[in-house]
C-alpha cells in the first residue's frame, strides 16, 4: 500500500510539471511573430516584390488572432533647378508629389508625399546655364510616410495568412518634382528613387497539444486515486 501511495504521488508531480507550460499558454498568452524587408527601387514609377512567409500553425497548435502590415516609405532624388525667366523669383523651390502603396493579401497601405522645398529666392536669369544667381543646388530632398493596416479574426478569417508557403507584399511608387515660383525654369533630376521598409506582425496564442491534455487528465486521475487510497 505505502508503495503505490508513493509512486501515485511520484506520478502526479511529474505529469503535473510536463503539462504545467502549456496550460499557461492555453490561458491566452498571446505571442506575436515578426519579420521585416527593406526595399529601394528607382522611379517613376517603381515595383518591388517582397515574399514573407505565412503563419505556420504547427497542425493546429498555434491560433492565429491578428495580422498586421506595417510600412515606412520615402521617395527623393537629388535635385536642381535654375530660374529661366527675366523676371526674379523670390519663392522660387521645388515641390514634390506622388504616393506609395502596398499589398499583403487582405491588408493593404497608401502612403502619400506633398513637400515643398524652397531656395530662399533666385535672381532673373543671367543667360548661363547651370551656375550663377538665377541657379539653386537643392541637393537630397525627400518625402517620406508611414501607414499600416490589420486584420483581426478566426484562423477561418485569417486563412490567406495561413501555411508553410509565403506571400509577397508588392510595393508600387510614383511621384515627380515641379519647380514653384517660376513661369520659366529648368529643373534637373538625378537618383530618383523610392524606398522604405515593410514589417508583417503575426499574433496568436498557443494551445497545448492533445497530448498534453491527455497526460494533464492522467495527473489529476492519479492524483484523485492516491488520496482515496491514502
Known amino acids: 500500500m505505502g508503495y503505490r501511495q ?22 491566452g498568452d498571446m505571442f506575436t511573430e515578426e519579420q521585416t524587408q527593406d526595399f529601394g527601387f528607382p522611379l517613376s514609377p517603381g515595383v ?15 491560433i492565429l488572432s ?35 502603396s502596398v499589398a499583403f493579401a487582405d491588408l493593404g497601405t497608401v502612403i502619400g508625399f506633398d513637400e515643398v522645398f524652397s531656395s530662399g529666392g533666385v535672381a532673373p536669369s543671367d543667360g548661363v546655364t547651370g551656375s550663377g544667381p538665377d541657379f539653386f543646388d537643392f541637393g537630397s530632398v525627400f518625402d517620406s510616410g508611414s501607414d499600416m493596416d490589420m486584420l483581426m479574426g478566426t484562423p477561418d478569417e485569417l486563412a490567406a495568412f495561413i501555411g508553410v508557403g509565403t506571400i509577397n507584399a508588392s510595393v508600387f511608387a510614383s ?16 537618383n530618383f528613387e523610392g ?10 496564442k498557443l494551445i497545448p497539444a492533445p497530448g498534453a491534455l491527455a497526460l494533464l487528465g492522467l495527473g489529476g486521475f492519479v492524483g484523485v486515486r492516491r488520496r482515496r487510497r491514502a
Open 48 to 62: 518591388a516584390t517582397l515574399p514573407f512567409d505565412q503563419f505556420d500553425d504547427e497542425g493546429g497548435l498555434r
Open 195 to 204: 524606398s522604405g521598409t515593410v514589417q508583417i506582425i503575426y499574433e496568436y
Open 66 to 100: 491578428k495580422v498586421t502590415l506595417l510600412v515606412d516609405g520615402m521617395i527623393g532624388a537629388d535635385i536642381t533647378a535654375e530660374n529661366d525667366s527675366t523676371i526674379p523669383a523670390p519663392d522660387f523651390g521645388v515641390a514634390i508629389a506622388g504616393f506609395m
Open 175 to 190: 511621384g515627380g518634382f515641379t519647380v514653384v515660383g517660376s513661369t520659366d525654369s529648368t529643373l534637373t533630376i538625378d
Open 6 to 27: 508513493t509512486l501515485g504521488a511520484g506520478v502526479f508531480v511529474a505529469i503535473a510539471l510536463l503539462a504545467a507550460p502549456a496550460s499557461v499558454q492555453a490561458d
